[in-house]
């Protein structure tokens, strides 16, 4: 039922390391490019970073130079490796998955972890 699994969120303290897991089902994961979000509350879900079915990465401006995003096609799980934490960077973290379409007159099919809370303390 249940298609991406987070975890890895937590406290960290400023200028420290966290990893985030997304277990991801089989048949979404092998066709579906995917994506870290983040969303502080009052302000629009930030795009992270993103990686596509042949683990070509992009990143959004915050996350440049500080942030990793890779998958691991065997364990059909997404990571994101998270360096260099700021304050700022305290937010809810979201994996996503965006399932192609199956004709050319369907649509994609948006697919959200529940999101595990990233801290990061001054």
């Known amino acids: 039922q249940v298609e991406l699994v987070e975890s890895g969120g937590g406290l960290v303290q400023s200028g420290g390391s966290l990893r985030l897991s997304c277990a991801a089902s089989r048949r979404l994961f092998t066709i579906s490019p995917m994506a870290w979000y983040r969303q502080v509350p009052g302000k629009e879900r930030e795009l992270v970073a993103s990686?596509?079915?042949?683990?070509?990465?992009n990143y959004g401006d915050s996350a440049k130079g500080r942030f990793i995003i890779y998958r691991d096609n065997a364990k059909n799980t997404l990571y994101l490796e998270m360096n260099s934490l700021n304050p700022e960077d305290t937010a809810v973290y979201y994996c996503h998955a965006r399932r192609p379409p199956v004709s050319i007159e369907s649509g994609y099919v948006e697919v959200w972890g529940q999101g595990t809370l990233v801290t990061v303390s001054s």
């Open positions: 990686i596509t079915t042949s683990d070509s990465a």
